[in-house]
């Protein structure tokens, strides 16, 4: 390589010079040397591609003028002359040295400046500190002091001032790049020997033979050798910053270098304080530098306060923009709502949550990657879908929001949130897969009325509360309305009391008859759980047990049920009437491994037979764990009881699961039944439920009879079972007794059903 042989004559030239006689051989030695030190930045210059190339410029500038210092002294010296302190070829020194500085400080990579004005600014005011240093301690002797001296000597102070700054230079390249490359060693080996010989130099700088020195001459042109290596070894891979993932262990060194630096002032005032010297000879020298120092250090600290500036907009910004989408994130919401609310005048503001469905299906599938790009074309969709001076942002997850101010009446806020639906709903392709999402809305405004002032945080959170409320009654759209947060409030307040209900047996099992169409009697009786609570009276389940299921009580609460409903199972059989008995499970109690055996032990306290003992579940509890649902509904099958499906027709309606659940019953949900009568569709639904359930060898059953039109209905389309108000609404135990055989009197067999119904 190139580099490697130009090191290997450089440092035969070295040796050469210093073995060399005085005079002619010398001198020629030494100028070859220059020469081709500036030819290989030359060399460099015409060849360099990248954005380094002025630096190479600088460098062959810089050792040029040295060169031109370098013939004026020798001309001098050959004519038998003496070189005096000052000179004209201090001119050409003095000019390579700034620009060898400036051609280092502005070293450049394929990422812009290695150094910033932060490390640049640092090295200046430790150069500064150490020209002061050696002004104090090296060159300047009493008489030195006076300003006539001075100007004199003031050439040595500002070539080792510069050296300092190459020198720190160095350091602050090696913190940044923790680089230990051919070209840095040769660069700090170069600089090294520059500064060893500019010291020993100024060191006795009154000395007649100065420039005479064998041993200094030798060390400077060793320095060219050195940055000729640098000009001539091209790195396979440019050096970068590293990753500073410690930014206190790498800021230390530097914060003591610039510690060192700003202490030799007061150094510097103290040891000539000691020495006796008057200030009025050398205070001028200490304000001098001391405000060079103040005016860098200031400086510097106003870069860092930029910085803080500058990281602050950026982290303000991230703050207030969603890092997938874009959009804007919760906070700003928050502000830009509270801006509309102060200034919406007469206008209506709307705050929509879009909430999209099947969302973690996509993440499951495809990674979150794709899931990310997913979320990022939904919001340009929404924003699409809106005015320009709408906001739309992201809540988190697969929720967004999309807040708007309009006057009265000229808006359909529901038309708004179906453009929405339609947005998200619209065809769009994941990896050539055709992906189907749908969104569900809740929608606040201040349309309607509450007693409190909103803020957008309270928009934010009556929209929310409207969504929960879609999305509980499987409705798509919500509207928020006040008695949602009563509601809701409610539900909060009974969940912190229902540890206590437990304890203290306010929780009561009631049970409802169940028909068999095909004997007219009740064969079974469902357990539904009522809390009668000291206050509010008696409270239905669906205030305190979704909570209840969230928080973890619901495991104590099923075994509460269970264990009351075999025991009047139990109670009932003992005189004679042998009904079965019903009891729902949740999502938690089918994942709870110790399902099966709270069971096997229930049984056996109570004497029950397992065929007695029926679990319902529904569609979307089944379908939530699919593996593990069907394992413990198989576990409990194992035992001999039974398995019914409830609300049939409201979750997956798949029959993809009735082959996989070990299911026996069918429950229709109430909410087609009861409208059978009045709904064509509904009609057709419960149709072809029982037909469903006859062609798969499973007992159908209806929920919500409310009249005895839509019993008859029910026998005429072979239903098997009926449940609902007409027969009997849910009763304490105490009453099963005689409303069982009341039913039982009271309602014909299908044969009886059907032989009136001939003679009518």
């Not at 000229?410 to 949130?417: C, K, L």
Request: aromatic share 8%; proline share 3%; glycine share 8%.
């Amino acid at each position: 390589m190139l580099w490697t042989r130009f090191l290997g004559l450089g440092v035969l030239a070295v040796v050469a010079y210093a073995i060399a006689p005085r005079g002619i051989p010398q001198g020629a030695i030494y100028a070859i040397v220059l020469l081709a030190t500036v030819a290989a930045f030359g060399y460099r210059y015409f060849r360099e591609p990248g954005p380094d190339k002025r630096t190479w410029k600088h460098m062959a500038v810089g050792v040029g003028s040295w060169g031109i210092g370098d013939a004026l002294i020798a001309t001098v010296q050959a004519g038998g002359g003496q070189v005096s302190t000052f000179s004209s070829s201090d001119i050409f020194y003095l000019l390579g040295y700034l620009v060898i500085a400036v051609g280092f400080a502005r070293a450049a990579d394929e990422n812009g400046l290695v150094f910033g004005i932060e490390e640049l600014l640092e090295c200046l005011v430790v150069a500064v500190g150490f020209g002061l240093a050696t002004w104090v301690f090296v060159i300047s002797d009493d008489a030195a002091w006076s300003f006539s001296s001075a100007i004199e000597l003031w050439p040595a102070t500002v070539y080792l001032t510069i050296d300092a700054f190459l020198l720190t230079l160095v350091g602050s390249l090696y913190l940044l790049t923790r680089s230990t490359t051919v070209p840095f060693l040769a660069a700090a080996a170069g600089v090294v020997f520059l500064v060893s010989a500019d010291f020993a130099s100024y060191a006795a700088v009154n000395a007649s033979e100065l420039y005479r020195s064998t041993l200094l001459n030798t060390l400077w042109l060793a320095a060219y050798v050195c940055f000729g290596v640098i000009a001539l070894h091209v790195p396979e891979q440019a050096v970068s910053r590293i990753d500073r993932s410690s930014p206190f262990r790498f800021g230390r060194a530097r914060f003591l270098g610039l510690t060192l630096a700003v202490a030799v002032t007061p150094l510097a005032m103290a040891v000539q304080l000691a020495r006796g010297i008057p200030v009025q000879q050398w205070g001028w020298v200490i304000v001098v530098s001391s405000a060079l120092v103040i005016a860098l250090v200031g400086c510097r600290m106003a870069c860092f306060l930029n910085t803080l500036r500058l990281q602050t907009a950026v982290l303000e910004d991230v703050a207030r923009t969603d890092a997938v989408t874009g959009l804007a994130s919760r906070r700003l919401l928050r502000e830009r709502l509270d801006t509309m609310l102060a200034t919406r005048g007469d206008s209506d503001v709307f705050t929509l949550v879009v909430d999209i469905d099947r969302f973690a299906q996509i993440n499951e599938t495809f990674g979150y990657s794709v899931g990310d790009s997913v979320l990022r074309e939904i919001g340009h969709r929404l924003v699409a879908s809106v005015r320009s001076d709408d906001l739309v942002g992201r809540l988190g997850g697969d929720q967004f929001v999309v807040a708007m101010r309009r006057r009265p009446a000229r808006i359909d806020v529901s038309d708004t949130a179906e453009r929405l639906q339609f947005a998200v709903s619209r065809t769009m392709f994941v990896h050539d897969i055709n992906v189907a999402l749908d969104a569900a809305v809740g929608i606040a405004s201040t349309e309607v009325p509450t007693a409190s002032q909103v803020d957008g945080e309270a928009m934010l959170q009556r929209a929310h509360v409207a969504l929960t409320a879609a999305k509980a009654g499987h409705t798509r759209v919500g509207r928020y309305e006040p008695d949602m947060d009563r509601d809701r409030h409610d539900q909060m307040r009974l969940l912190g009391e229902l540890d206590t209900a437990i304890r203290d047996h306010q929780l009561r099992v009631f049970f409802q008859p169940c028909l068999d169409l095909e004997s007219g009697s009740v064969d079974r009786v469902e357990a539904l759980l009522r809390w009668q609570h000291p206050r509010e009276g008696l409270i239905g389940p669906s205030m305190f047990l979704p909570d209840a299921e969230r928080t973890g009580m619901l495991p104590a609460i099923t075994a509460l049920v269970l264990d009351e409903a075999l025991a009047q199972c139990s109670a009932l059989r003992r005189r004679g009437v042998n009904l079965s008995v019903s009891v729902n499970l949740s999502v938690r109690n089918l994942l709870d491994e110790t399902l099966t055996e709270q069971v096997v032990a229930a049984l056996a306290k109570y004497s029950v037979p397992a065929h007695a003992l029926e679990f319902e579940v529904t569609e979307t509890t089944a379908m939530t764990d699919p593996v593990r649902s069907v394992n413990a509904l198989t576990s409990l099958r194992g035992l001999g009881v039974t398995i019914a499906i409830d609300d049939y027709g409201t979750g997956y309606s798949s029959l993809a699961y009735l082959q996989t659940l070990p299911v026996q019953t069918l429950k229709i949900d109430r909410s087609f039944v009861s409208k059978m009568n009045t709904d064509e569709t509904d009609a057709s639904i419960v149709r072809s439920t029982i037909d469903l359930a006859r062609s798969l060898g499973v007992r159908v059953m209806a929920e919500g009879v409310e009249d005895a039109g839509t019993l008859d209905a029910l026998r005429e389309l072979g239903c098997d079972g009926a449940q609902g108000y007409f027969l009997g609404k849910p009763m304490s135990a105490e009453f099963l007794v005689d409303a069982v055989a009341k039913l039982d009197s009271e309602m014909p067999t299908k044969l009886e059903w059907e032989l009136a119904r001939e003679r009518i």
